[in-house]
């Protein structure tokens, strides 16, 4: 829910409430059914904070923000949602607080001043992104959830800091051009990362990081923030081989009570079902807790390719649960996918990845005009339970790094036997994960402005185990990219998109166990396929073909979109001019793509469509680059 952005200043505070309506305007979209504006001082220091609401607990007026404690002692704006709302609300009227609205942000700014920061965020469950101003000690505090689902972006410049929901709010507040960061459109040209650190793609624009705050003391003269974590990825694993049974049991146990928590709502609540375990395991606990007479409300986004079409799973959910589902059916001509990515651009802040993210767009648009205002997703599954391809690898590596010589060929033949995992092997996609000396030859695109790039490792390094991978990619490399797109595009609709597989509780649990309980007898998601057995059709629990979303995005830009696609690689395009991309190399690989036969060849798609999507992005937020730098 919401956007919020802010201003602490020491200059020109005859003008703070007009950039903070700028701010609104920017970041409507996050919240159009109220908007609000506050200053408050604090010593020499001016804080202009601003908030944009999208109703979904207590949608009276009661829930407006910032939200003020006991005669401006303390000021909240906030973005998110904390789950166990309700349960911080009972211990707090056990301590004689008295409470006006039912909102989980009064629960938040209550248990913030009752408790302070470290000790009321150990107790939150949910995602999050606030500024809290303590005036008691005239300290505020920007912070974002455990692993960074809300966003939060800032930026000190001329002595000031800007803070917002998102970048494109901090570049016009800020009314400076900015350098552009070569290291994160590297990480994105070279490797298809994105969102791996707190950096932008503007240098001088931060995120807090994930399960962070970042301090800012208001006594001082100058802005210095203070970064501190309040919360660690666990432990590695404790579990005990006999308690099979019992952590399946734990695992069903939790996963329901995740569901059950990202249901709290006063408006109406929907689920993607993409027709693999993780979405149907969502929709069938969110089934077995809504009344009978209750609405179910599924989403499911299916393409007119049949190679790509996961209805036939999709409508066997339905059937299982006798619900209907609402299809989006990913169908528009040629010139309306450049429309389409210019617009996702444009909300998405950064590139995106795919044509996914479209998929996602219009999905969000459907639930905004079937009026459904939550949506539950099963982003966080394939990390937290080795669902990718790659884990399997580097499960291998792991069992042959250990000495467990004879075990290694012993777990492929298995996966081989079941027909899962190994069929669906592609070296395009696999290289970026292997050494340099086994990756296959291909022609380097990079241009001079990213000769200074330093490669990420993304492999299993030495010593590291396969939890401590996931735990990278929960991180660093996969979860905080796909977080980022799916926010935007649902606030993009003002609407709020819960995942439960990120509940904190569910990664303290399955992040440590073995790799051998998470890929064991030939499946991935082993003790989840066991745990949701019970609630599924076996064909569900047990389906060996899931890949996630896909459609025939690759085809596409070989033929559909090949017209279109030269259009934005001409020789005036930015991404040449500014020297990240060699367009004669580029050309050249987009040439050879076009002759790759389907499934086959070491280009892949995103090879092509990042420099695409890079030019796109350029293109769309040019007049905040700093040119010549």
């Known amino acids: 829910m919401c956007g919020i952005a802010g201003i602490v200043t ?39 904070l601003a908030h944009q609401r999208l109703s979904i607990l207590d949608v009276s007026e009661m829930g407006t923000q910032p939200m003020v404690y006991a005669t401006d002692q303390s000021i909240l704006i906030y973005n998110g949602e904390v789950y166990n709302y309700q349960e911080i609300r009972q211990e707090l009227e056990g301590l004689g607080h008295h409470f006006v609205s039912d909102t989980d942000t ?18 939150f469950n949910g995602m999050w992104a606030f500024a809290w101003l303590d005036q008691r000690v005239r300290k505020l505090y920007l912070c974002r959830d455990r692993f960074g689902v809300k966003p939060l972006y800032y930026a000190i410049s001329d002595g000031e800091l800007v803070f917002s929901s998102e970048l494109k709010t901090i570049l016009e507040l800020v009314k400076q051009p900015f350098s552009l960061n070569y290291q994160r459109i590297g990480e994105y040209i070279q490797q298809s990362l994105l969102a791996t650190s707190e950096e932008s793609f503007f ?28 919360w660690s990825f666990p432990a590695q694993d404790t579990y005990k ?83 209907p589902v609402d299809k989006v059916v990913l169908d528009f001509a040629p010139e309306q996918a450049f429309d389409y990515l210019e617009q996702v651009t444009w909300y998405n802040d950064e590139p995106i ?38 884990y399997l690898g580097f499960y291998v590596q792991s069992l042959l790094r250990q000495g467990q010589i004879a075990q290694a060929p012993i777990e492929l033949f298995r996966f081989w036997k079941q027909g899962t995992i190994l069929n669906q092997f592609s070296m395009s996609e ?7 000396v086994l990756k296959p030859k291909e022609i380097e695109i990079a241009g001079e402005a990213l000769c200074q790039y330093q490669w990420i490792p993304l492999g299993l390094a030495s010593g590291m185990s396969v939890e401590e991978r996931q735990a990278l990619d929960i991180r660093r490399f996969s979860v905080p990219a796909l977080t980022h797109y799916e926010d935007r595009m649902s606030m993009a609709w003002s609407r ?129 680059q700093r040119i010549g730098n």
């Open 353 to 390: 990845s795919s044509f996914s993210t479209i998929a996602h767009y219009l999905l969000m648009e459907q639930a905004k005009k079937m009026g459904i205002t939550v949506i539950l997703s099963g982003q966080g599954a394939d990390e937290l339970l080795c669902g990718y391809r790659k």
């Open 203 to 230: 240098e001088g624009i931060q995120k807090i990081p994930p399960h962070h705050t970042l301090c800012f003391d208001l006594k001082e003269d100058r802005l210095s923030g203070s970064l501190r974590a309040f």
């Open 496 to 624: 709020e998109v819960r995942l439960p597989f990120l509940d904190y509780r569910l990664i303290e649990k399955l992040l440590p166990l073995t790799p051998a309980l998470k890929m064991k007898d030939g499946w991935t998601k082993y003790v989840f396929r066991k745990a949701m057995e019970p609630l599924l059709p076996k064909q569900i629990a047990w389906r060996k073909d899931k890949q996630g979303f896909v459609n025939p995005q690759s085809e596409w830009l070989k033929r559909e979109l090949r017209e279109g696609v030269l259009r934005y690689f001409q020789e005036d395009s930015l991404i040449f001019s500014t020297g990240i991309i060699d367009r004669k190399k580029l050309l050249a690989k987009y040439e050879q793509y076009c002759k790759q036969s389907p499934g086959k060849g070491g280009i892949w798609f995103r090879d092509i469509f990042n420099p695409l999507a890079l030019e796109i992005w350029l293109r769309r937020f040019y007049r905040y």
């Open 106 to 123: 009064e629960v938040v700014l209550t248990a913030l001043h009752q408790w302070g920061v470290d000790d009321a965020l150990a107790r």
């Open 10 to 48: 020491k200059n020109q505070v005859d003008t703070l409430v007009h950039r903070l309506r700028q701010a609104e305007r920017i970041q409507i979209h996050r919240g159009p059914d109220a908007q609000g504006t506050g200053i408050y001082h604090s010593g020499e220091w001016s804080v202009g």
């Open 241 to 323: 081989q006999s308690d099979e049974s019992e952590l399946v049991e734990e695992v069903r146990g939790l996963f329901t009570d995740a569901v059950r928590l990202r249901m709290r709502s006063d408006v109406p609540v929907g689920v993607l079902l993409s027709g693999g375990v993780d979405s149907s395991s969502i929709a069938s606990v969110m089934n077995t807790l809504t009344q009978s007479d209750g609405a179910l409300h599924m989403l499911s986004a299916v393409s007119v390719d049949s190679r790509f079409d996961e209805s036939p799973f999709i409508d066997m959910m339905s059937r299982h649960l006798k619900r």
């Open 430 to 436: 696999a290289k970026r994960y292997l050494p340099s």
